[in-house]
Nanobody
Framework: QVQLVESGGELVQAGGSLRLSCAAS????????MGWFRRVPGKERERVAS????????YYADFVKGRFTISRDNAKNTVYLQMNSLKPEDTAVYYC?????????????????WGQGTQVTVSS
């Protein structure tokens, strides 16, 4: 079973940047596609970004395109989410997930394992 631990969430002013990290316990990390999701209280969890096993392909939700970048370092068993130009509406708990994706369909990434989440708060 893959254990995922997110870090990097904190309070930041609008327009600022944060980098979230998600460290995986599993040595077979490179066999999983990875994704970031977020949840605002009272709303459904939404997909933010996903990345292929090699890191060569990525997917972004429209509301983060051009502002967020997902990347991974398979040697460190870690996936990252660089968040720039943050807006108050980006305030949420951010979760990373390990799972599967059909090549070319990262927008349909299917999570299998979840981290505990990290809080990101963007003040106006």
């Amino acid at each position: 079973q893959v254990q995922l631990v997110e870090s990097g969430g904190e309070l930041v002013q609008a327009g600022g940047s944060l980098r979230l990290s998600c460290a995986a316990s599993e040595r077979t990390f490179s066999t999983y596609a990875m994704g970031w999701f977020r949840r605002v209280p009272g709303k459904e969890r939404e997909r933010v970004a996903s990345i292929s096993r090699s890191g060569g392909s990525t997917y972004y939700a429209d509301f983060v395109k051009g502002r967020f970048t997902i990347s991974r370092d398979n040697a460190k068993n870690t996936v990252y989410l660089q968040m720039n130009s943050l807006k108050p509406e980006d305030t949420a708990v951010y979760y990373c997930a390990a799972g599967t994706a059909i090549p070319g369909l990262l927008g349909q990434f299917t999570p299998g394992y979840w981290g505990q989440g990290t809080q990101v708060t963007v003040s106006s």
